[in-house]
């Protein structure tokens, strides 16, 4: 049994990175982050939802979300944007820029990576960055994303390079200027691992009396609740069930659970199932009776209408529609 719910989500959502580059740059410069509906085609089609991320490895420099605030980010932190906003990341704040240009767009994603955007042809670059995006599955359901802030940083600049973060930097860096066989995957990989880490660190921040999925993942009682229901999601659970192995009343595991998930266990149990069963069908290697049988349906024709009822399709007409994206 799975005791690790963020990791069955993170797997269950196909959790990837790509188009990793790197920015070079001499004040005064500034870039504006491609749309969400340019970038998101390039990384992962058929996905849809996307994960933007600016490591600074040396000086420092601004982000500006699409609602005017502004974050300052030091040589050693990490501004991760949760849902891909469209931002500006420049060497002072307030600056303004046009945004990134399909052919940029089509050139950091079609070639080799690292891409290298240069500002700073022909002289020393007082801000270095590593940048890259990560793509999701949005829907059906996915608890995590919904309860994330739309913005995070992370990181310590006290921490140097022994921090985690330092370490992610050393390592990216490191297959960046090598470009040995398989970088791309190794640099997707670490960007991966990297906002793990930064959700990780985020959890441990939450203030007591917080709500929401993350800090139900805190909560013994619903936590281990959460950790049972993606461990078997095939079972035919009951509340008196899951509040006997949770080691917690059924009255106090209903009442705790919707307090801080926001819906029943069942209902979260049902939810669930369906975002296991769209990545099923999206990989396209069970047919649909195996998958309903995999999840805990008895025939599928009930898992069919569960599915339709969820998704407004029919689980045939979802794989050929993502399948075909």
């Known amino acids: 049994m799975s005791a690790d719910a963020l990791s069955d989500l993170l797997k269950t959502v196909r959790l990837t990175g790509a188009a990793f580059f790197e920015i070079a740059a001499n004040d005064p410069w500034v870039i504006e982050s491609p749309a969400r509906n340019v970038m998101l085609p390039k990384i992962l089609p058929g996905a849809d939802h996307l994960i ?3 490591v600074v490895t040396m000086g420092r420099c601004f982000a500006r979300t699409s609602d005017g605030d502004t974050i300052p980010v030091e040589a050693g932190e990490v501004v991760v944007f949760t849902h ?102 190794v640099l997707s990989k670490l960007s991966e691992l990297m906002f793990i880490e930064v959700i990780r660190r985020h959890l441990n921040s939450l203030p007591p009396g917080q709500a929401g999925w993350l800090a139900g993942l805190r909560d013994p009682f619903v936590g281990k609740t959460l950790s049972l229901m993606h461990g078997a999601p095939a ?88 399948l075909h994206a």
């Open 52 to 54: 933007a991320y600016h």
């Open 84 to 185: 891909g906003d469209t931002h500006v990341m420049s060497s002072g704040p307030g600056m303004q820029s046009g945004p990134t240009s399909a052919a940029m767009v089509d050139t950091m994603t079609s070639g080799p990576l690292p891409f290298l955007i240069n500002f700073a042809e022909g002289v020393e670059p007082t801000t270095k960055l590593v940048c890259g995006y990560l793509a999701c599955d949005a829907r059906p359901f996915n608890p995590l994303m919904d309860n994330l802030p739309r913005v995070i940083k992370g990181g310590d600049p006290a921490d140097g390079d022994n921090g985690w973060l330092g370490q992610f930097i050393r390592f990216a860096v490191a297959e960046s200027a090598d470009k040995r066989a398989g970088s791309e995957g």
């Open 235 to 322: 079972r035919s659970w009951t509340i008196e069930d899951l509040a006997k192995e949770a080691g917690v009343s059924r009255s106090v595991l209903a009442e705790r659970f919707t307090q801080l998930i926001g819906i029943p266990p069942i209902q979260y149990l049902a939810k669930w199932r369906m975002q296991i069963a769209a990545e099923r069908l999206t990989a396209g290697q069970s047919n649909v009776a195996t998958v309903a049988a995999e999840i805990g349906y008895e025939s599928e024709a009930a898992f069919s209408r569960a599915f339709k009822k969820s998704m407004g399709v029919p689980p045939s007409a979802w794989r050929r529609d993502r």
